[in-house]
């Protein structure tokens, strides 16, 4: 099927300033940085645009940065960066595993971390670990600047907590000490694919007591989730073949997936159940 775009109005500012502003005045603008998904949603209509903002070239929102105590990702940050940054690699490895299970070379130095995340696509692939590593988010717009955690961003189905002519600006990763993480992704086949269910832990493990755990999925829910009562569960528990499985099936009932073209709700459930069992089990050395 061939689409044609509508006409759109095209603005490329060179501040995050002149771009809120652009995105306050201009009714029915939207922000784009790499594009890998508004002009896709703009072709097909699902989502009406008569203006594009392009914050692509914006210094402010890109680059990655170590800070001592944390990590900063500025939005614009093409996800190809992520995987290439050696910040990254060193203190966010589980960030740097869903990354690298997205899409094709080509894509991923087009797609912005940002624009993953505020697509709020239920299967966003950064937002299971970021959620894990308990990410802030720095948004900017016409009042200032605030900060919105990642656990409280992802409001509804493809919603938001960015208000009007908001911009999320970078997202900063506080460094915690983990003994063990796991990623695991599952699509329809193999490759670059979207998620049926994907599945982040992290733990910190101490003479096999389980300090703290978290353990965040995506595709089985209106949004992507964090499992709290399954981390509930194991915080403070000897690491155990039988912990891990209760509070793997304890996951089964905190998501709430859907039939849709890629899987059934049925097969989804079961797999938050398995791959949250596979990812405990590395995660917390219990292999």
Do not use: H
């Not at 656990?151 to 907590?161: E, P, V």
Request: aromatic residues 6%; hydrophobic residues 45%; proline residues 4%.
């Amino acid at each position: 099927m061939y689409y044609r775009l509508p006409k759109i109005e095209y603005f490329r500012p060179k501040t995050l300033e002149e771009a809120v502003g652009l995105l306050e005045k201009v009714e029915g603008s939207k922000v784009i940085a790499g594009g890998t998904d508004i002009l896709v949603d703009a072709k097909t209509s699902r989502v009406r645009v008569k203006a594009l903002v392009d914050i692509g070239s914006i210094a402010e929102l890109r680059g990655i940065e170590d800070l001592g105590g944390a990590i900063r990702i500025g939005a614009a940050t093409k996800l190809q960066e992520l995987l290439e940054s050696s910040a990254v690699s060193e203190n966010l490895p589980l960030l740097r595993a869903a990354v690298e299970s997205m899409a094709s070379w080509q894509i991923r130095n087009m797609a912005t971390v940002g624009g993953n995340l505020c697509n709020a696509s239920p299967a966003a692939d950064t937002a299971p670990p970021l959620l894990a590593y308990d990410a802030e988010l720095v948004v900017v717009g016409p009042g200032g600047s605030r900060t919105v955690p990642i656990t409280k961003f992802f409001t509804g189905y493809r919603a938001t907590a960015l208000g009007r002519a908001e911009i999320l600006k970078e997202i900063i990763v506080r460094k915690a000490e983990w003994t063990g993480w796991n990623y695991i992704k599952l699509g329809r086949r193999d490759g670059f694919t979207l998620s049926i269910v994907a599945v982040a832990v992290l733990a910190r493990v101490r003479n096999g007591t389980v300090e703290d755990v978290r353990i965040a999925l995506n595709s089985v829910a209106p949004t992507p989730v964090r499992a709290y009562g399954a981390e509930e569960m194991l915080r403070g528990r000897e690491v155990s073949r039988g912990a891990l499985e209760r509070a793997a099936r304890e996951v089964m009932d905190e998501v709430s997936p859907i039939d849709d073209v890629r899987s059934t709700a049925w097969f989804r459930r079961e797999m938050s159940y398995r791959l949250t069992l596979d990812a405990l089990t590395k995660a917390l050395g219990a292999e």
